[in-house]
């Protein structure tokens, strides 16, 4: 019979629980934590629970990691190269309009096309490398005529924006669309370009001068003859349902009106920009180039329905002399800048690279800023005013109400890092002085320089200031620009 130990364990000396115990607790503490870790998951992430609760802030310390520090570096400004331009002409029209298009583009840098109606004759080839590179624009008969009664030309041109996007170049942010008549100015466009965001659908245009044409197209489009701009985004939305957008709208002529249509049924429409001239007028429109708003000029149509902006010169000069003030400062180009000569009461309005008028009165800016009427509406027959869409100013022979009228000439860099624009007296101004202001005639005066700082304008305040530095018995005056005083009354 075996005899039992009277020796006891060390679990029953010390009063340590059993090794089976243990197991069960560690199992139980396990399960515990399991569960404690889900709820605490539930909770933080939970944005019902988190808000106002007391417990998540502790548990965030306790579980979550802190965020990690990401460095991203925005993008770089928009630069020439990340626009592409989409021109539309004809064969037959490329030999007297070529020279409009290479005023303006920069041999290697710009980037586009010009689509044809045909194929180029052979009196046009070699094909120029002063010229964007030519496309033939597709046959539309069989993916839309043939559903449509519209203008072939209208679609053709509607369709350019489906086939710059198939050229399928890199790094493109904006497509500008614009006719083979249209005069660009590169540098303004990408400084308004930078002010939009190109990751965005974004659908950039300009109004018609007249008001009819307005009035039957839309107030809401764009007229692309004087250049539209489509962000990258929103022309990749657009082209893989152009053709059906198209078809959709039979009743619509216009090129731009399609565009227009295509973008209100994604919920995008106008941002409208100053600048834009599509140049819907007919005649003088030297009124009108004599009163540009404080906005970068953008582009200038139809340069063969009006006169030559500089009376002395044929078209084609007179595009080329404009650009050379183009050439040196962009940012000032054509903006109107009004200063004073309170001891003749005469008021003097600049139009930077353009023109300079004297006045023998003292007119406020409020008046100035309205163009002279010298030019016609689009359409002349059958309408009545308003034929604008801006207020205008009827040209008269009152002495103290018409200008001496001085267009540029010539322009150079000066001392102090100054740029000097010299405009010379057009003709007689062919009436007598102004008695109401003391009998002061200007008509001595036939020569202005206008000195202005070679740092370009920048940002949405674009207003300057000028004063008279030299008006005396001798046949120049000399103008100098500066900055306007904080809240400098002007007048």
Not at 463 to 475: F, G, P, Q, T, W
Request: glycine share 6%; hydrophobic share 35%.
């Amino acid at each position: 019979m075996p005899v039992k130990s009277t020796f006891s364990t060390p679990q029953t000396i010390i009063g340590l629980p059993s090794q089976a115990f243990l197991l069960s607790l560690c199992k139980i503490l396990a399960v515990a934590g399991l569960v404690l870790s889900s709820v605490s998951f539930f909770i933080i992430n939970n944005p019902t629970c988190s808000q106002g609760s007391t417990i998540v802030t502790p548990l965030r310390k306790i579980f979550v990691p802190p965020p990690r520090e990401y460095s991203v570096d925005p993008p770089p400004p928009t630069e020439l190269h990340h626009l592409v331009f989409g021109l539309v002409g004809s064969a037959k029209a490329w030999p007297r309009r070529r020279h409009y298009i290479e005023s303006w583009w920069i041999e290697n840098l710009t980037r586009g096309y010009m689509f044809l109606d045909n194929p180029p004759t052979k009196e046009l080839l070699p094909w120029p490398s002063t010229s964007p590179p030519f496309r033939v624009s597709e046959d539309n008969s069989e993916t839309i005529l043939q559903y449509t009664k519209q203008n072939n030309t209208m679609v053709r041109i509607a369709r350019s924006l489906l086939e710059v996007f198939r050229q399928g170049d890199e790094g493109v942010r904006w497509f500008v669309m614009g006719d083979d008549d249209s005069i660009f100015f590169l540098e303004n466009w990408i400084d308004v370009l930078r002010n939009y965001d190109h990751n965005k659908y974004v659908y950039i245009g300009g109004h018609s001068e007249s008001v009819l044409p307005n009035f039957i197209h839309s107030f809401e489009m764009g007229f692309g003859g004087a250049g539209v701009a489509f962000s990258y985004p929103l022309a990749a939305a657009i082209v893989p349902r152009l053709d059906e957008c198209i078809k959709r709208y039979p009743q619509l002529y216009a090129a731009d009106q399609m565009w227009q249509s295509c973008c209100a049924d994604i919920g995008v429409y106008l941002s409208a920009q100053k600048g834009i001239h599509q140049i819907d007028l007919h005649g003088d429109i030297s009124g009108l180039l004599s009163a540009h708003p404080p906005a970068p000029l953008l582009s200038l149509h139809h340069p063969e329905t009006v006169d030559p902006y500089f009376p002395t010169m044929n078209r084609r000069e007179s595009v080329n002399h404009l650009m050379k003030a183009s050439r040196v400062d962009q940012s000032r180009l054509l903006q109107q800048t009004v200063c004073y000569n309170r001891q003749n009461g005469w008021s003097f309005s600049v139009s930077w690279g353009y023109s300079v008028h004297i006045y023998e009165s003292i007119y406020p800016k409020s008046i100035l800023q309205k163009p002279l009427e010298t030019f016609k509406p689009w359409v002349i027959k059958n309408i009545v005013p308003p034929f604008f869409i801006f207020n205008t100013r009827w040209p008269v022979r009152d002495p103290c109400l018409a200008p001496h009228v001085f267009y540029f000439e010539s322009i150079s860099e000066g001392a102090d890092d100054l740029i000097v624009t010299t405009y010379s007296r057009h003709r007689p101004r062919g009436l007598p002085a102004c008695l109401g202001s003391g009998n002061h005639s200007a008509e001595y005066v036939s020569n202005i320089r206008v000195f202005s700082s070679s740092s370009k304008l920048k940002g949405e305040n674009r207003r300057e200031c000028c004063d008279i530095l030299r008006l005396d018995e001798s046949n120049l005056v000399d103008i100098k620009y500066r900055q306007c005083l904080k809240d400098e009354v002007i007048g």
